[in-house]
Every structure is written in C-alpha cells, then in structure tokens.
C-alpha cells in the first residue's frame, strides 16, 4: 500500500458530536471537555456551528464558545462550521480562525440543509470569500458520495464545487461521507478523480460510521494519497438534516490505527482516551468508539 508517514487530525467533537444532542450540554461542559481535546495535541479544530438556534439548537452559545477559546490558546486553528453568508458574517466577528461554508454534493440535501439550491450556495460562496478578510474559509462539501433521498451522488456535482469554490478564492476543500453509506472502492474512484483533476488540492477527508466502513474507507482514503482526516471523540455525531446519518470516525479509533502502522499524527491516544472518557462522564448520551469498548471488555 502507498501509505504516508504523517497525517493531521481535526477534531470536529465539539461541533458535529455534539450538534445531534437534544438535550442542552452546557456551554461550561463543552468547554471543558475542548480543553481536554486541546491537551491531547490538535492543533486544529471545528469548535461549534453559527446557524439559527431554532435550526440546531445546541449551538446557541457558538459566540460564547469561539470568543472563550480565543481568549484562552494560541497555537490552535479554531473552526466554526457555517451555512451562509450571515452565519459566517457572526463567525468572523467572534474571532474564528476559519469558517466552514457548507454546499452538499447533493441537491436535495443542500436545500434541506441550507434552504438553497447548490447555485444559489456557490453564489453565496462568492460574497463569504469577498468578506473574509483574514479569516480562512473552508469549502465543505458533505453527500459527497452518496444522499439520503436520491442514492449515489455523481463525482461530477463534487468536482463541479470544487472548480467554483477555488476560482473563488477558498482556502480549503472537504469533502464528506455525511451518511456514513459508501465503501472502500467509491471512496478510493472519488480520490483519485480529484487527484488527477486538482494534483494540488490536499483535500479533508470526513467520513461516518454508520454501516461500520469508516476505518476502511480512511484506509482507502491514505493509499489514495488522503493525509487529512476530520474525526470526533467517541464516535459522537450525525447530521440533522439527514436521515440514518450516525456519528463520525471515533478520533480514538484512528489515532490507534495510526500508532499501531507507524503513522504520525501527532495526537496522544491515552490523552484522547482519558478526554473520550471524561466526555461520557459529561454528556447525555453514550460513546460507541470501538477503543472505549475494547478498554472496557478488557477491564473486566
């Protein structure tokens, strides 16, 4: 296999885990539980979401959170994952390093995402690039292989996102498996459509668990020459807006993969595995990563 040396993990807990939570996780909580993520060794991370709190409730306190984190680390990237222009607007102004400007792959997510169809979004795009000042912007690109409603999406949509949204000056381009649904094969045909299409772009990888694939599509991802991965702590996560969307790669999970083939990533897994657990001591909901399970069979 073509394996790299070195790879970089984000972390997306804070955001895309704990989004899907119904009941109300204190700002001081979520926190908390990011500076025990900041102490495993990330340097960057998707922090929270600035959309309507009638939409995602969870994140109402997106300002408190992203002007809290500013105040307190340097060296950090802290992301804010937004839908439109007003959300990254609220982004900038509460000091985001980067914003995340989302266009699905597919149609009929994007409007159940964001209420616009993909034109209306790539035009949106262009007035996000033209305000971001020094601000980052990042294209994300979720249903990039397959749609809850309308099944496969065509790598056409994809690569059709990418054009505009470099053309219009973004500064990073991910692309996601939001429903957790494709296989080693697709993942590895989209890489290296892209690969041979944008030979510079080192796009982000973010992919779901759902029917249990993640690791191996990550996997396929690598050989495909993928050195950037957006993960969350314990397996937390899922799309509101997508039906059987269940959570991402649990961080622990692949940061145990990448030790144990002798890739670097930079993250420390007994950190990780003491803030996953801190994590389920905080949070209303269960953690299903595959390392919180195998650390607690073996204590028994």
Not at 13 to 40: M, S
Not at 189 to 213: N, Q, S, W, Y
Not at 254 to 270: A, H, P, T
Not at 286 to 295: F, G
Request: proline residues 5%; hydrophobic residues 40%; contains cysteine.
């Amino acid at each position: 296999m073509n394996l790299p040396k070195k790879v970089e993990v984000v972390e997306v807990g804070p955001r895309d885990g704990f989004q899907n939570i119904k009941e109300w996780i204190p700002t001081e909580t979520k926190l908390e539980i990011i500076d025990h993520l900041i102490a495993c060794g990330f340097k960057k991370m998707e922090v929270t979401a600035f959309v309507h709190p009638k939409a995602v409730p969870q994140m109402a306190d997106a300002k408190e959170i992203m002007t809290t984190l500013k105040q307190k680390y340097t060296g950090v990237t802290f992301t804010a994952l937004a839908p439109n222009l007003r959300g990254v607007t609220n982004a900038i102004e509460a000091g985001a390093d980067e914003a995340a400007y989302i266009i699905s792959a597919s149609e009929r997510h994007n409007f159940e995402n964001t209420k616009q169809t993909i034109d209306q979004s790539l035009e949106g795009l262009k007035e996000v690039c033209k305000v971001a000042g020094n601000t980052k912007v990042c294209l994300a690109i979720p249903t990039s292989f397959n749609c809850p409603w309308t099944g496969k999406v065509p790598s056409e949509n994809v690569v059709k996102i990418i054009e505009y949204g470099l053309a219009a000056g973004v500064s990073e381009i991910g692309v996601g498996d939001t429903i957790g649904s494709a296989n080693p094969l697709q993942v590895k045909e989209l890489c290296d459509i892209l690969r041979a299409k944008f030979p510079k772009l080192d796009v982000i990888m973010h992919l779901h668990d759902t029917r249990g694939m993640g690791l191996a599509n990550i996997l396929a991802s690598l050989d495909a020459g993928v050195t950037r991965f957006e993960t969350s702590i314990g397996g937390l996560g899922g799309c509101p807006f997508a039906p059987g969307a269940a959570g991402n790669v649990a961080t622990e999970d692949l940061v145990n993969m990448l030790d144990g083939m002798g890739i670097v990533s930079g993250i420390d897994l007994e950190k990780v595995m003491k803030a996953t657990y801190r994590a389920q001591e905080l949070l209303p909901v269960p953690i299903s990563s595959h390392m919180a399970s195998a650390i607690a069979c073996s204590t028994h």
